[in-house]
């Protein structure tokens, strides 16, 4: 790789690029792959029953076992991964030119590779862009466990200072359950409309100056709660209802309800606000990548960390149940289910391989998919320990060593 590939994104550079934030993700690609990123239309998905939150008895969460953020502390076969699989990854990054910033993968609590190529690092603060839903639907179930506000709320009953253009009965009954799902019905033609054209619907948004008006504005299309549009316009609402719900800012709640339970300091993460001060629902956050992995570790847990409820069990449960999209979680092929974000942000999640695997970078979704789907879970051989293989071992290190050095 040339260092040209690993020039900085600036997050209020053009505007195409911030436009293009939250896309959401392309199909799991063929072996045969492209590198540039062509938004392609979300697909309609049928209604599917929405998984009832009501709490059912289960035994007391296994205490979180405290991975050490701070350091490889295992080699990859300890935990039954095979490096030489993953040294085939890193082939592939450096073979197709693939502008990955970082790779991080964990297995039974422990980091068994972290990568980062230069100038990025473990304490350099990255867009999730659209991974951003996944933690504001972590806050909004909170909110609903602690009463703040319940999934059949009507959302435009938060709204009654604000008089709303195309508002009827059809937009009335829009709930929250129907922003968390992208089911709110609202006319919103953003993943299928180029993110390049001036004519896409998101970037109307955010050249507005309120992103919360501008959405509440538009005309209906469909019935509430019918079907799925790809929409970061309701993120948005959905982020001003639990800011007007809770009486305190999305990055407050944040704070005080997520980040600081999870260790989380200050300075490793930062959530922008759309012109209102509204915090950016569906793409404003930005983070390290160890921090991204203790997010998706949380969730493995069950919203359990180091022994505390953190996001409630049954709100776990139902954001990554429903198939292909839950409460702002994206359901994956290979069992698990994921935050996604343009440019090949990923916190993905596989349970029944006790797997967390965050990846950033400027490259295409679909590649980013491909890196988890064709060697990080293949490379999982084992329940237990794998023998040792330190030829592997070396050259897999030498590969996370060369990407990381500036004069590579």
């Known amino acids: ?49 929405t998984p009832t939150l009501t709490a059912t008895p289960t035994s007391t969460p296994t205490p979180t076992p405290t991975p050490l953020w701070s350091a490889r502390t295992s080699t990859p076969e300890e ?5 030489a699989t993953l040294v085939r990854m890193f082939d592939y990054i450096a073979d197709q030119e693939a502008e990955v910033h970082s790779v991080l993968v964990i297995r039974n609590g422990v980091v068994v590779t972290e990568a980062y190529s230069w100038p990025y690092n473990r304490d350099r603060l990255h ?34 200072e604000r008089t709303i253009k195309n508002d009827g009965p059809l937009k009335r009954e829009i709930t929250v359950e129907d922003l968390l799902r992208m089911r709110s019905g609202l006319d919103w033609p953003e993943s299928s409309v180029s993110y ?54 999305v ?30 629902g569906g793409g404003g956050l930005s983070m390290t990548p160890p921090e991204m992995a203790k997010f998706g570790y949380l969730y493995l847990q069950g919203g359990v960390w180091e022994g505390k409820q953190i996001v409630p069990a049954e709100w776990v ?16 092929a290979n069992g698990g289910y994921a935050a996604l974000g343009y440019g090949g942000q990923r916190i993905a999640v596989v349970p029944h391989l006790d797997l967390v695997v965050v990846i950033t970078g400027s490259f295409s979704g679909a590649t980013s998919g491909y890196l988890v789907d064709a060697f990080i879970v293949p490379a999982v051989r084992s329940s237990g320990p794998l023998p040792a293989n330190p030829e592997a071992l070396a050259e897999l290190e030498a590969h996370v060593e060369k990407i990381a050095s500036p004069g590579r």
């Open 79 to 83: 935990q039954g991964i095979d490096s």
């Open 251 to 280: 990055q407050k709640f944040a704070r005080t309800r997520l980040f600081e339970p999870l260790g989380v300091p200050p300075s490793h993460w930062r959530w922008r606000s759309a012109p209102e001060g509204v915090a950016f």
């Open 127 to 160: 867009g999730l862009a659209s991974c951003t839903k996944s933690f504001l639907s972590a806050l909004v179930g909170t909110a609903i466990d602690e009463g703040y506000l319940s999934l059949d709320d009507k959302a435009l009953d938060y709204f009654p």
């Open 317 to 332: 449960e139902a954001s990554v149940t429903p198939p292909q999209y839950g409460y702002q979680w994206w359901r994956l």
């Open 1 to 49: 790789m040339t260092r040209a590939h690993f020039k900085k994104l600036v997050w209020l550079g053009a505007l195409v690029a911030f436009v293009a934030s939250c896309v959401p993700p392309a199909a799991v690609p063929t072996p045969t792959l492209t590198l540039t990123a062509v938004p392609t239309p979300t697909p309609t998905l049928t209604p599917t029953s």
């Open 196 to 249: 390049s054209s001036g004519k896409n619907i998101l970037g109307e948004m955010m050249r507005s100056p309120d992103w919360v008006q501008f959405v509440l504005d538009r005309p209906m299309a469909t019935t509430p709660g019918s079907t799925f549009n790809y929409s970061t316009g309701d993120s948005q609402i959905m982020g001003a209802i639990l800011a007007k719900a809770t009486g305190m800012s």
